[in-house]
């Protein structure tokens, strides 16, 4: 089990790859894209993971584990956020747009501030729930829960628009 703590100054992208469980301190970047990578092992968020750039793409791969938030909520800051899990994901985000594939587990997000599901859409073998604090809920791509489970959407303070839903296995 690792922890992370990474702070560029200058311009570039920067990619973490993990063959093991990894705790994220903080990332921050002056301008380029992150992505993190684990080959096994859980994906915990402690802190905020960000660009200063406002048009920087975050990529968060468990690919045989899951992504959650730890102890001390972080917040990832992106212009896209791609989520890839085998289990269980749980975030709090600030995005524009969000696109996730968990084949294993449930997806749960928190967005501050708007959110528009991307083309690829939220796809989950499980329970899916999103939460808007602020702005509306769009979406450009479908929203793909399990046989039998449950697609939550909480848009307290603006409006769910041209949300397409989908409760089965595909």
């Known amino acids: ?6 702070n560029m100054t200058a311009a570039g992208n920067l990619a973490i790859d993990s063959a093991s469980s990894l705790e994220v301190r903080s990332i921050s970047i002056a301008n380029g894209s992150i992505a993190v990578n684990l080959s096994a092992g859980d994906l ?8 200063r750039a406002s048009l920087t793409n975050i990529t968060l791969n468990a690919s045989a584990g899951g992504i959650a938030l730890g102890t001390s909520v972080g917040n990832i800051t992106a212009n896209v956020l791609d989520v890839r899990a085998q289990n269980d994901v749980s975030l709090s985000t600030n ?3 969000l696109v996730a594939n968990v084949t294993g587990g449930s997806f749960s997000a928190v967005e501050n501030n708007g959110l528009t ?4 859409g939220i796809r989950a073998t499980n329970d899916v729930s999103v939460t808007v604090l602020a702005g509306n809920l769009d979406r450009t791509g479908a929203i793909t829960a399990g046989a039998g489970d449950t697609i939550t959407l909480n848009v307290p303070g603006g409006d769910r628009k041209s949300t397409r839903l989908n409760s089965s296995h595909e």
């Open 1 to 6: 089990y690792s922890a992370l703590a990474a």
């Open 44 to 51: 915990t968020i402690n802190g905020p993971v960000a660009s």
């Open 95 to 97: 995005v524009a747009t």
């Open 117 to 120: 599901i991307g083309a690829t």
